[in-house]
């Protein structure tokens, strides 16, 4: 795997719209907070049209959408692409990304979400580490912990162990020892990407889900479902991050987001921690995806290898 140079204050970002659409009408204004925002963190920023587009849900059509993030691989002034947001639309663009341009063009690539979509790419066809990480348009990125995880990562020095930002400690659901590359973001693109030719090859690696806004059947639908393709039994482990917003449909006859990770998870029998502040939430950890990690499920514990 390519880890990208650092990316430090002083480096030009591309600010790229790959995904949904700004819904609110004061688009031009939400986009340049989300410009002022990295340029708090330091950095200058190449502002794409793509961020301003609107082609019903998406930030554009898939080809405009497309060139945007090649354009932004291509750029020698570029050091670093950011997503302006996630949502939905990635996955519709993926057959027309010249991925071996990319791939010889490494640079640092932040986003999560619907962007899962393109970590997973951009580690099976370009073998690039990129990173899980707050975008300008969802996130504030003030000063402070979440900030923090992020300009480290960014530096090339990620913090040694993954851990919560408020110092809540991990859950163990199934004790063990794994090692492995960290891979995985949203688990509804994960599992949207199973069975056609983007999939994510979780084969001894370290699996990382989270989700939002999913009723707690639906999340069950989708676990099952990797489940029986052997994506939760043919990693090395795995890592549960925030499942924001993901209630019971029916009180009265549903099951707790606790209830269905415990029918899952007692059904593998690899490591598997539970309550990563990874995903969407206001305190996010930003994670290396592609680095190699060794996670202990008994002690709650997540460490850089490499």
């Not at 659409?21 to 688009?27: F, G, L, R, S, W």
């Not at 029918?263 to 995903?279: R, Y």
Request: hydrophobic share 40%; with cysteine.
């Amino acid at each position: 795997m390519i880890i990208p140079k650092p990316l430090l204050p002083g480096d030009t970002v591309a600010l790229v719209g790959v995904s949904g659409c700004i819904h609110e009408e004061n688009i031009d204004e939400l986009v340049q907070q989300a410009v002022q925002r990295l340029e708090g963190l330091g950095f200058k920023v190449k502002l794409d049209a793509s961020c301003s587009r609107r082609y019903g849900y998406l930030s554009g059509t898939d080809e405009e959408r497309a060139v945007a993030l090649m354009n932004a691989f291509a750029d020698d002034e570029v050091d670093g692409i950011w997503c302006i947001k996630g949502g939905y639309g990635c996955i519709r663009m993926l057959n027309l990304i010249d991925w071996d341009m990319i791939a010889a063009h490494p640079k640092a690539f932040i986003g999560f979400s619907d962007i899962t979509t393109l970590h997973t790419v951009l580690h099976e066809r370009c073998g690039l580490c990129t990173f899980h990480g707050p975008m300008p348009k969802s996130n504030p990125m003030a000063p402070g912990a979440t900030t923090d995880s992020l300009m480290h990562a960014l530096a090339g020095q990620p913090d040694r162990e993954i851990r919560n930002l408020n110092g809540t400690p991990l859950k163990c659901i199934h004790g063990g020892v794994a090692e492995g590359m960290l891979v995985g973001g949203n688990l509804t693109l994960v599992t949207a990407g199973t069975g056609t030719a983007y999939d994510l090859d979780v084969r001894g690696k370290l699996l990382f889900l989270e989700d939002v806004g999913e009723r707690t059947y639906v999340l069950d639908r989708y676990f099952h479902q990797l489940y029986h393709a052997g994506k939760l039994t043919e990693c090395a482990g795995i890592i549960l991050g925030g499942f924001t917003d993901c209630e019971i449909e029916d009180p009265n006859c549903g099951l707790s987001l606790e209830e269905v990770l415990h029918d899952v998870f007692s059904k593998v029998d690899v490591p598997v921690l539970s309550g990563l502040q990874a995903g969407h939430m206001r305190e996010m950890v930003t994670l290396p995806l592609g680095r190699r990690y060794r996670m202990d499920a008994d002690r709650g514990s997540i460490t850089l290898v490499d």
